[in-house]
């Protein structure tokens, strides 16, 4: 993770040496295109679509929220250019109106971004330098035009793991059916302190998954994921309360879901307006070896524009495990990851975890589309949008079992403020100084998003 937060740096740093160099594309770049005011609406009579040089039509037109024959305003050609945008497959996209034989037609241009590229893994397992993972993950996308992927990751050192991932979200088109495989091998080291202090000590698990998930596109906004898997995890130490959930060295766990999906968000990658819920449900065991317990995730996020720039969200997750004996290495945990930001390294595990975040957002540069060259690189590779936020963030969160009396006797609460740098299609980076209520301090690096 700290190599590719460094090499991102490099790439914005580059970006201001070489600012002479840089080509701009300015927003509705033609001069015959009409200008439409936010409250403004035309009709639209047809849709052309430029630059989409390996990119299939409909993986475009699936997108937008209009068709031929609406009207559509000002504010609505905008959020369904940032519909377009989050797809991340292009570098550039452009939305705007021409007349033509006096007709209204609606130009979606797009520029194809680079779709093969290496990424270097370097992690440091609880910030400890002694503790490094490191690998490379190798990502393929959009490579028959139909917004494709196929990525695979080898990394080795502390914790080792591989995996092969392929996805296609347009499979069929005209039924709005997409599908997920993935198949993965790793060796964990427990992160359990209950399953340790059992132990006497340290010990690892190995695991080997795979599932499948299939997807049914209700509409631009509803999804529904289908999914079917097996994992095979074998732990050094068993015959000790929860450490394996069989009681045995190996568990063999089968397991089924279903995930529902409501997004209006406008730009995924970084969203400002717009609402995101995600609610599933998970059966693992199924009664096999006499595993059987389940799992269930909600994510709630509100996005919305306070006034003129500046934007806040919030979040609730909540992630609940309940019915049979649920395995210590399947326990709902807040840090390492998903955290309280002020106590990233407060470790905390069991059946239940929640996590709330507010957030303001305030752009320095919003968007900013720029293309340059460098040797050896090719352009689209070095072609992004780019955006420069200044953030400030309140979390907080805490653990329950089902057998507590719910009580917030032993929440945790951070605050801080930050700087997010957007490179879309690629990723981003994220500088955070976070203080916790324990009056602690903490400086973060971040790739992504934190919601």
Not at 7 to 29: G, W
Request: proline share 3%.
């Amino acid at each position: 993770m700290i190599l590719r937060t460094f090499l991102l740096i490099i790439f914005f740093c580059s970006i201001i040496i070489i600012v002479p160099f840089v080509k701009n594309y300015a927003s509705s770049s033609n001069p015959d295109s009409l200008i439409i005011a936010p409250g403004q609406s035309v009709k639209i009579d047809s849709i052309k679509i430029i630059g989409n040089e390996g990119t299939k039509d409909f993986i475009i037109l699936r997108e937008l929220t209009f068709k031929p024959g609406d009207s559509i305003t000002g504010k609505q050609l905008q959020y369904n250019k940032e519909r377009v945008v989050s797809l991340g497959i292009f570098s550039f996209v452009e939305l705007y109106v021409i007349k033509s034989d006096d007709k209204n037609v609606a130009i979606i241009e797009v520029h194809e971004s680079w779709y093969i590229y290496p990424i270097p893994i370097v992690r440091f397992r609880d910030h400890d330098v002694t503790k490094a993972n490191y690998g490379i993950s190798l990502l393929y996308k959009n490579f028959r035009g139909r917004n494709e992927t196929l990525r695979s990751i080898i990394s080795l050192g502390y914790d080792p793991s591989y995996s092969i991932e392929y996805s296609i979200p347009a499979l069929f088109y005209e039924q709005g059916i997409g599908l997920y495989i993935n198949s993965s091998y790793s060796t964990i080291l427990n992160r359990s302190d209950i399953a340790k202090s059992l132990a006497g000590g340290d010990f690892n698990y190995k695991s080997f998954s795979n599932n499948i998930t299939v997807e049914k596109r209700i509409n631009q906004f509803n999804d529904l994921l289908f999914t079917a898997g097996f994992t095979y995890l074998e732990s050094d130490v068993f015959g000790l309360g929860r450490i394996t959930a069989s009681g045995q060295r190996i568990d063999r766990v089968p397991y089924a879901g279903i995930t529902y999906f409501y997004d209006t968000r406008d730009l995924k990658q970084y969203s400002l307006t717009g609402l995101y819920i995600a609610l599933s449900l998970f059966q693992d065991g199924l009664g096999f070896d006499d595993i059987n317990y389940s799992v269930v995730n909600l994510d709630f996020r509100e996005y919305e524009k306070i006034a003129d720039d500046l934007s806040g969200r919030w979040r609730f997750a909540f992630r609940n495990t309940f019915g049979g004996s649920i395995p210590y290495y399947d326990y709902s945990t807040l840090g390492y990851g998903n955290n309280v930001r002020g106590h990233s390294t407060d470790y905390r595990e069991g059946n239940n975890s929640i996590l709330t975040s507010f957030e303001l957002i305030y752009p320095i540069i919003k968007e900013w589309d720029v293309s340059f060259k460098l040797p050896l690189l090719p352009e689209r590779l070095t072609s992004a949008r780019l955006g420069f936020y200044l953030t400030s963030f309140i979390d907080y969160g805490g653990i329950y079992n089902n057998t507590d009396k719910f009580s917030l006797n032993g929440f945790y609460a951070g605050y801080g403020f930050g700087l997010t740098m957007l490179a879309i299609p690629y990723n981003a980076v994220r500088f955070e100084y976070a203080f916790g209520d324990n009056g602690r301090g903490e400086f973060l690096f971040g790739i992504g998003f934190s919601f």
